[in-house]
Every structure is written in C-alpha cells, then in structure tokens.
C-alpha cells in the first residue's frame, strides 16, 4: 500500500522502530514520536488515508505496512509498534532478542471453553532474514482473505500455525503494558481502538453462513427486534402445548431467514423483499 507522508527520525544502524497510522490518529503519533525522540530511537512511520469497511478492514492493512518496512530497511530489525503507545526507554535490547519473529501472547480464559492464546500485534520485533520476511508475506497473504469481521490478529494466528520453520519468541511482559501499569514497562499502550465502532459477533455470524454484509445488517436488525417481540409473547409457564408452539414459531423464522439469505445470494431482490415483508409482518 502507498503512503502518502513519510516522517523518518534519528538514524542508526541495527534497528528502527516503525508503523503506521491514519489521520484521525494523528495525536497519538505525535505522542509516540516525542517519547521517541526522548530517547533518541530511530524511527519511521508512514500515514495512510482510511480505507472504508471499518476498524477491521483498515487494521488487516498492518502486514502490508510491515512488509514496506522491511524493504525500506532490509538491514535492521524492524520494532513494530501500534501508534497508541508511549516509550518510556531505549529499545535496543529488542533487537538482539532471540528469534525470527518477537511478539507478545495473552492468555484469555472464557467461560465453558478451553484457555485461548492469543497473539498480539501491537509490538512486534521483526527480524532481517528471509524467514521472518516470508513469515510477514504470509501474513499479509492471510490479511487479504479474512472473513468479514476479522481483524490482523486473526489473520496473525493463521499465519503462526501455519509458518513452522520461524522461530518465534514470547516476548517479556517487562517490555509492555497498558496504562494502568506504567511504571513497570518499556512500552506503555492505550487503548485507542476502544472508541472505534467494531462488527458486531452476531453479524459475522450471520455473514458467514448466511450471506453478503448488507444482508447481515438486515438481518441482524430483524433479529434484534424479533427476538424482543419472541421475549414477550414467550409462555411463563412451561406448558407442553405452549412450548410446542414457540418452538414451531421460532423453527419457521430460522427458516424464512434462510430462505432470505439464499435469495440475496442469487440477486433476486425482489423474493428477498417479499421475504422480509412477510418476517416483519408475521412478528
């Protein structure tokens, strides 16, 4: 992808920090390079217009960018970091760490499931060999076919199961942290994604197995408002007959609602109209 604004500080060898960001980040970068010029960390970061299709699409644009990076810099370990974070000492250990690829890993308990690891790309250290740059093509390869709804850590876990050969490091929590634990870490990020509009889970499930992204939307509003009608008319007491009848009720509007998504699939608008005339109507 082609930027528009290049911003290039202190030059050394051996390392340079690097990222991205687009114009409504604009303030935290400008916090980020001051505590890099604090420093004196080399850095180069680009910004990029916003694409449209939302937080998700414009973050599966990472891989890319660090894919720019390493050609810029094909001699130097890239430190990759997300622009909402302040740096609070020097970097240079970083890049001596052990490994083709250095990221962070959180572990994420949810309830009635398995533990979940998950990898983080807000830090990352990437590198200057042949390995850690196909690990990132692979990456951005994974980043231009993700589902709708998906983000670059989804594309990122595929791109870990699926590169054998790299080696990757856990990297220590030491080097970063959120800002409710500043005084302990290198890196301290925020959160600036928190107030970004995200693609609700009901609507990437309704993508995925039942159609286009518009019709998701569509969807996804009926449902919100049948499964409020269906709360209300839904028997207090557990009578057989009543039970029955819910059920018969609910099976017919999984149903129509699959019935819809086939005819969006095959353009005929019309059918889907009718279909979803005929959804709200039967409320």
């Known amino acids: 992808m082609t930027a528009v604004l290049r911003a290039v500080g202190n030059s050394v060898t051996g390392y340079v920090v690097c990222g991205f960001y687009t114009p409504d980040y604009k303030g935290w970068f400008d916090n980020l390079c001051s505590s890099l010029d604090l420093y004196k960390?080399?850095?180069?970061?680009?910004?990029v217009p916003k694409v449209r299709g939302g937080w998700e699409v414009n973050t599966l644009a990472k891989a890319f960018h660090v894919l720019d990076a390493l050609n810029r810099h094909p001699?130097?370990?890239i430190i990759w970091l997300d622009v909402d974070c302040t740096v609070r000492g020097d970097l240079s250990p970083l890049a001596i760490l052990r490994g083709d690829i250095?990221?962070?890993?959180?572990i994420k308990s949810r309830r009635g499931r398995a533990v979940n690891l998950r990898a983080h790309s807000g830090t990352m250290v990437i590198k200057p060999n042949e390995l850690a740059k196909g690990f990132i093509?692979?990456?951005?390869?994974?980043s231009s076919q993700m589902p709708f709804g998906d983000d670059d850590e989804a594309a990122l876990a595929l791109t870990i199961a699926q590169?054998?050969?790299?080696?990757?490091?856990?990297?220590d929590r030491k080097w970063?942290?959120?800002g409710g634990e500043q005084s302990r870490h290198i890196i301290v990020h925020d959160y600036a994604s928190r107030e970004m509009r995200k693609v609700h889970k009901i609507m990437r499930f309704i993508?995925?197995?039942l159609g286009t992204p518009a019709l998701a939307r569509g969807l996804m509003e009926w449902t919100r408002s049948a499964t409020t009608a269906l709360s209300l008319r839904r028997p207090r007491r557990s009578g057989s007959a009543d039970r029955a009848r819910f059920s018969d009720k609910w099976q017919t509007e999984t149903l129509?609602?699959?019935?819809?998504?086939?005819a969006e699939r095959a353009g005929d608008t019309a059918i889907t109209q009718e279909l979803f005339r005929w959804l709200n109507g039967n409320q």
Do not use: M
């Open 102 to 106: 250095c990221l962070p890993f959180a």
């Open 176 to 178: 970063f942290g959120t």
């Open 41 to 47: 960390q080399p850095h180069d970061f680009v910004v």
């Open 137 to 142: 093509k692979t990456w951005a390869e994974h």
């Open 75 to 77: 001699d130097r370990a």
């Open 207 to 209: 993508h995925r197995h």
């Open 256 to 262: 129509s609602l699959k019935e819809a998504a086939c």
């Open 163 to 171: 590169c054998p050969d790299v080696a990757i490091t856990n990297l």
